[in-house]
């Protein structure tokens, strides 16, 4: 019996054919690197549970910023860690707080770089929720004003795109409706449209000092469960006025990023969340993964699901490793 013609081999024979054939190719454009940024000066602390990932003072985060830009990388997401945390978390929309401070010295010193601010209260009030606590809830509507202010705040001090990550009902309409009365038609809002009640946070909340003083966020994130649910949440999102949208973490979602490319036409973005970096970084340590192998393939798997944004913690190792 004759072998047959087709030898499916014959395109994975070298490097120079399989990278000739490739069909997901990363590339820095879409790739986004989250900072946090805290008071002080000189301020380089590097995140026990994140590897290579530092709290920076806004001095040091603008040198970051310069080190990202001259590798090619496109944007930034700012997290803050402010100096002192209240019930309203007033420290989010303060007009001096750190993450307006931040935005206006990178667009400064860095003004080709795009800043992208994440728009959440979680790091800000002092009982770690995203929102205004009433009768012991987070009550939704109270907490999308203050949002919406801090949005607008962010984009005052010159953020480029403005995220919100809190996953309260209405607050992209109504962000999009501060901004636009204000003047600031033109400003994009990337909305984490789907954001799962994940247990890979733990590291940024390490990060950012925001863990909940009590209760949990599973009355206002998703259920990991529902892949359904998530169609509803971008769809409600885009009809308010959404411009991006986000799935959030990103290697356990991989089916819902797909199912989102698949039904809606606008660009779809995917956070590597700190947990799916620290673990990746975990394994290594111990030898029991190859890093950049793991790191690329991680990556690409969020691209081939169908992100065309990604923002992750590897962002300057990909770029000099795409760079070679």
Same mark, same amino acid.
């Given at each position: ?24 190719? *990363? ?93 959440? *209260? ?66 994009? =809002? ?100 190859? *890093? ?9 798997? =969020? ?22």
């Amino acid at each position: 019996m004759a072998f047959p013609q087709n030898r499916s081999r014959r395109l994975r024979r070298t490097e120079v054919l399989r990278r000739f054939v490739r069909e997901t190719r *990363l590339s820095v454009d879409g790739l986004v690197y989250p900072l946090f940024v805290q008071p002080g000066e000189g301020v380089r602390k590097e995140i026990s549970s994140m590897p290579g990932v530092f709290n920076l003072s806004v001095d040091e985060l603008v040198k970051e910023c310069r080190e990202v830009r001259q590798l090619g990388l496109p944007a930034v997401l700012l997290f803050g860690i402010p100096e002192s945390k209240d019930e309203l978390g007033t420290g989010a929309y303060a007009d001096d707080g750190i993450v307006q401070r931040a935005v206006r010295a990178v667009k400064r010193e860095v003004p080709d770089l795009m800043v992208i601010t994440d728009v959440c *209260l979680c790091e800000y009030t002092s009982h770690g929720h995203c929102g205004k606590i009433e009768d012991g809830e987070v009550a939704n509507d109270p907490s999308v004003e203050l949002l919406a202010k801090t949005a607008l705040s962010h984009t005052r001090a010159g953020a480029d795109v403005v995220a919100p990550s809190d996953m309260m009902d209405g607050r992209v309409g109504a962000i999009r409706q501060a901004l636009d009365v204000n003047g600031f038609q033109h400003t994009p =809002i990337l909305s984490y449209a789907a954001k799962y009640a994940s247990c890979f946070y733990g590291p940024f909340r390490d990060a950012a000092h925001s863990t909940p003083q009590f209760g949990d966020r599973r009355g206002y994130q998703m259920d990991p469960a529902n892949a359904r649910e998530a169609l509803r949440e971008v769809a409600l999102d885009i009809e308010e006025g959404a411009d991006m949208i986000m799935v959030k973490p990103a290697l356990p979602y991989l089916d819902v990023i797909r199912q989102v490319r698949d039904t809606f036409n606008v660009p779809v973005a995917a956070y590597q969340v700190s947990g799916e970096y620290s673990m990746i970084h975990a394994a290594a340590r111990n030898g029991w993964l190859d *890093l950049e192998r793991a790191m690329l393939e991680s990556v690409t798997s =969020i691209q081939r699901a169908g992100a065309s944004i990604i923002f992750t913690y590897f962002a300057k190792d990909l770029a000099r490793k795409l760079a070679c």
